[in-house]
């Protein structure tokens, strides 16, 4: 049986007040949550964050690291900055890093292995374009963005990576992909870790990430591959965020 994960991104909204206002509001809620709920800062509020929960069940995640250990990287996080705050989490390969950053598939796996190596769970994202799912190329895709990362930390690496299918056309949009073309997703990439090893496939978190909400996301948490959600907008309104946590 696999825990139900729900992460929020909050992307690049925030400020200190909203960031004490959203916590406290998730915290006032948490009782009734048996998920696990992380949220993912912009990093100049990653020790506002630490703490404001503190012996919550809240956990910290980053939204993306670079794979140098320290140095002259202007603008850039490490891994090792990202602990120091408490997190055990990191987004690596969101489609906006993938489209607006030029993040190919190599660069994510590496990003990857240096989550991994550093001990924090990666929050791997893989999905199609819009023009790919028209195309019918979604499992071609997503096969090749998995593939990249197996081939760099082997398939075992999968029992400490979280993999967030999160179709592009489906984030920050409105659009929801239905509970069916979700979970035949879903599906799919199960089948997909299976070829390479049944155990790993069966222990490995998959959320859905894309306009998910408190209205849609219970049928979604709801399917049988579906373990969770990486969540966007819904997750900057603490009351949104809390019942998509309560969905699960
Ligand atoms: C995301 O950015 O990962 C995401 C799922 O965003 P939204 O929920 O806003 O679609």
């Not at 990653?46 to 995640?61: D, P, R, W």
């Amino acid at each position: 049986m696999r825990q139900v994960i729900v992460a929020g991104n909050w992307k690049m909204n925030a400020s200190k007040e909203t960031v004490n206002t959203l916590i406290m509001g998730i915290l006032s809620g948490m009782a009734d949550v048996d998920s696990n709920v992380i949220v993912c800062a912009p990093s100049p509020y990653m020790s506002q964050v630490e703490a404001l929960i503190t012996h919550s069940q809240l956990h910290l995640g980053a939204q993306d690291l670079n794979v140098n250990a320290s140095g002259a990287f202007t603008g850039e996080v490490s891994a090792d900055m990202i602990k120091d705050f408490g997190a055990q989490y990191v987004i690596v390969g969101h489609s906006e890093r993938r489209s607006l950053y030029g993040e190919t598939d190599e660069i994510v796996a590496s990003k990857v292995q240096v989550a991994l190596d550093n001990g924090l769970t990666p929050l791997f994202c893989i999905g199609e374009t819009l023009e790919q799912r028209e195309a019918g190329s979604m499992e071609a895709v997503v096969s090749r963005q998995i593939q990249a990362v197996i081939d760099r930390v082997g398939i075992g690496a999968f029992k400490n990576i979280i993999i967030a299918y999160e179709p592009v056309w489906a984030i920050g949009t409105g659009v929801t992909a239905s509970p069916q073309q979700a979970q035949d997703a879903h599906a799919f990439i199960r089948s997909m870790l299976t070829q390479n090893d049944a155990s790993v496939a069966q222990t490995t978190p998959i959320l859905y990430g894309g306009s998910m909400n408190p209205g849609n996301a219970a049928e979604l948490i709801g399917c049988e591959d579906i373990d969770g959600g990486l969540i966007g907008g819904a997750s900057l309104k603490a009351e949104d965020f809390l019942q998509i946590c309560k969905a699960g």
